[in-house]
């Protein structure tokens, strides 16, 4: 099994900053794609950005030019770094990942428990 926990989300005001970061561990092979998702109450979860093993990313248009996304491959590790944060980017963050647990295993997606973000005005 690959497990993915997060960590750095909090409360924050507007205008503020906040680091998200998400560590895999377990049985890994190979992880090759790797993001965040968000859902907010009473709404589905959305992609927020992601980042593939060869570092392209993709951003929602609703963060673009704030949040930043990045991974550590030595580290198994994703992070997200949002600036310029809104109370509309107040929900819970998932981190995701699509690994290998062995040489000739399919590819499968991870999540991670989530991360609360809150923004306050």
């Known amino acids: 099994q690959v497990q993915l926990v997060e960590s750095g989300g909090g409360l924050e005001q507007a205008g503020g900053s906040l680091r998200l970061l998400c560590a895999a561990s377990?049985?890994?092979?190979?992880?090759?794609?790797m993001g965040w998702y968000r859902q907010a109450p009473g709404k589905q979860r959305e992609l927020v950005a992601t980042?593939?093993?060869?570092?392209?990313?993709n951003y929602a248009d609703s963060v673009k030019g704030r949040f930043t996304i990045s991974r550590d491959n030595a580290k198994n590790t994703v992070y997200l770094q949002m600036n310029s944060l809104k109370p509309e980017d107040t929900a819970v963050y998932y981190c995701?990942?699509?690994?290998?647990?062995?040489?000739?295993?399919?590819?499968?997606?991870?999540w991670g428990q989530g991360t609360q973000v809150t923004v306050s005005s």
């Open positions: 980042i593939t093993g060869g570092s392209s990313t």
């Open positions: 995701y990942a699509e690994a290998r647990e062995g040489r000739f295993s399919p590819r499968r997606d991870y």
């Open positions: 377990g049985n890994i092979f190979s992880i090759n794609a």
